[in-house]
């Protein structure tokens, strides 16, 4: 491959995620518009896009546009974009496939999402997706579901049903997509050892994933954004205007100190963000903005 080659990768990958976040913004607004009372008083939610730059501003190391939400339904939502590039430490060079062939250079960029709603009865969400470049080049990503309430927490949920029949189909027109695959490791990953627990009702999750065909790799990528930007919402829209109770609200809060353990102790993705100097504010925006420990 050429570094012409390459550059136009890296262009089509960066645009793709960045109007993937513009789109995903705009699904999410137009579900505070449609908040009305009694349930939800107030102004609709609104993004805050942010750009912001990597580094001390003394040379290019890349940066990205944070978005974050503060709503009715959504009670915090972070949609971040970003592109990225530079020198990984020696140590963590270590752990990065062809890291140690680029001399520790690297570029990434991805769409990361976590989305932390008001009511109860709708499941929280995460997703990203992403490409990184050392040596070697590859995507990596998914998404998954992490509902709130008992009732809500068991795959045969209809919810989780549907989501996972969304991922699925973003890897069946996929060749070298396996879902059952995916979906194992998503289980595997997100898991909480010291509770020896799942963190929610799952979905996929895939890295370092390179076919050998960059072109059909991408365009699995998009399929999994799409999937998610479609059927997120859409299970949004179906629980929103569900009324909620104080035992319910403080489940909630409960279950979301699930979310914050993992998140902190075993995330590869804030581990990456944290090592390589990116945007602190926009990788522990994911943190929900009120959580219960009993």
Wanted: with cysteine; glycine share 10%; aromatic share 12%.
């Amino acid at each position: 491959m050429t570094i012409t080659d390459l550059d136009t990768q890296k262009m089509r990958a960066r645009d793709w995620f960045r109007a993937l976040q513009e789109d995903i913004c705009s699904r999410f607004e137009a579900i505070e518009l449609a908040a009305e009372p009694p349930l939800y008083r107030g102004d609709p939610g609104k993004f805050d896009l942010t750009e912001w730059k990597r580094g001390d501003g003394t040379e290019d190391l890349g940066g990205g546009r944070m978005g974050l939400m503060r709503g009715k339904v959504f009670e915090k939502v972070g949609v971040h974009f970003s592109e990225v590039h530079g020198t990984f430490s020696e140590g963590f060079a270590a752990q990065i496939p062809g890291a140690d062939q680029s001399d520790g250079r690297f570029w990434a960029s991805g769409l990361s999402l976590i989305a932390h709603p008001r009511n109860p009865h709708v499941p929280a969400a995460h997703m990203n997706t992403r490409m990184l470049v050392t040596s070697q080049s590859w995507f990596g990503g998914g998404g998954d579901l992490n509902p709130l309430l008992a009732y809500q927490r068991d795959q045969a949920f209809e919810d989780s049903v549907e989501f996972h029949a969304a991922m699925k189909a973003a890897c069946d027109i996929h060749p070298g997509a396996d879902y059952a695959q995916m979906k194992e490791t998503c289980d595997t990953y997100f898991n909480l050892p010291h509770r020896d627990e799942p963190r929610g009702t799952g979905g996929i999750f895939y890295d370092r994933f390179n076919s050998g065909d960059w072109d059909a790799d991408f365009a699995f990528t998009r399929e999994v954004g799409k999937q998610f930007a479609d059927i997120y919402p859409d299970l949004v829209r179906k629980r929103f205007q569900h009324a909620w109770n104080e035992a319910e609200r403080e489940e909630q809060l409960i279950q979301r100190g699930r979310y914050v353990e993992f998140n902190l102790l075993y995330d590869r993705g804030t581990t990456f963000g944290l090592k390589t100097g990116g945007n602190v504010t926009s990788i522990l925006s994911s943190m929900p903005p009120v959580v219960k420990w009993p």
